[in-house]
T-cell receptor
Framework: GQQLNQSPQSMFIQEGEDVSMNCTSSSIFNTWLWYKQDPGEGPVLLIALYKAGELTSNGRLTAQFGITRKDSFLNISASIPSDVGIYFCAGQLTFSSLPYGGSQGNLIFGKGTKLSVKP | DGGITQSPKYLFRKEGQNVTLSCEQNLNHDAMYWYRQDPGQGLRLIYYSQIVNDFQKGDIAEGYSVSREKKESFPLTVTSAQKNPTAFYLC?????????????FGEGSRLTVL
């Protein structure tokens, strides 16, 4: 089945540092999304990308949809303590239509990158 | 405020018991989903529903059951047939009919089997 390789698995940040993480796949996707999960909470959508080559920012966050459609990266600039948490990438390829209209796709999640503060 | 409410937040169950997790949304979303999250793992899809009275199996449906009698509600039953039910369960919703992958998640329910 489709799998996403997300790296790094974990990283420690010091306030003010820039952070970079990425996801790669052997399959192509037509949507890439990045979510953040705080401990004991549900994930929250950070950025959605719908076009190969697209570069999108949300405050200090910047994400890109790889031109090959098989990868995406997320950068966080000038990290702050509240950036800690788990970041998930997710890819989707819409593949079928439903009888009552619309389409569906199988959303695949990476295993997450855990950001922690350096002791 | 609009959102998704999951309950209970924590649940303990004895082996052999069925347990039902509640998920309610007031976002007027057509689609709802249940995911399972284990430590160090991504989210794995259990069931999803794109419309009332219809639902589809996800990647790990065995040992679980759902119903979608109302647009707002998508309860998940973890049955005794689920071999390893201890996990964090997440409910989500999205505007269907043009599925974009943009999901709104509840706060999760942590199930522990004793």
């Amino acid at each position: 089945g489709q799998q996403l390789n997300q790296s790094p698995q974990s990283m420690f940040i010091q306030e003010g540092e820039d952070v970079s993480m990425n996801c790669t796949s052997s399959s192509i996707f037509n949507t890439w999304l990045w979510y953040k999960q705080d401990p004991g909470e549900g994930p929250v959508l950070l950025i959605a990308l719908y076009k190969a080559g697209e570069l999108t920012s949300n405050g200090r966050l910047t994400a890109q949809f790889g031109i090959t459609r098989k990868d995406s990266f997320l950068n966080i600039s000038a990290s702050i303590p509240s950036d800690v948490g788990i970041y998930f990438c997710a890819g989707q390829l819409t593949f079928s239509s439903l009888p009552y209209g619309g389409s569906q796709g199988n959303l695949i999640f990476g295993k997450g990158t855990k950001l922690s503060v350096k002791p | 405020d609009g959102g998704i409410t999951q309950s209970p937040k924590y649940l303990f169950r004895k082996e052999g018991q069925n347990v039902t997790l509640s998920c309610e949304q007031n976002l007027n979303h057509d689609a709802m989903y249940w995911y399972r999250q284990d430590p160090g793992q991504g989210l794995r899809l259990i069931y999803y529903s794109q419309i009332v009275n219809d639902f589809q199996k996800g990647d790990i449906a065995e040992g679980y059951s759902v119903s979608r009698e109302k647009k707002e509600s998508f309860p998940l039953t973890v049955t005794s047939a689920q071999k390893n039910p201890t996990a964090f369960y997440l409910c989500a919703s999205s505007t269907a009919l043009g599925y974009t992958g943009e999901l709104f998640f509840g706060e999760g329910s942590r199930l522990t089997v004793l």
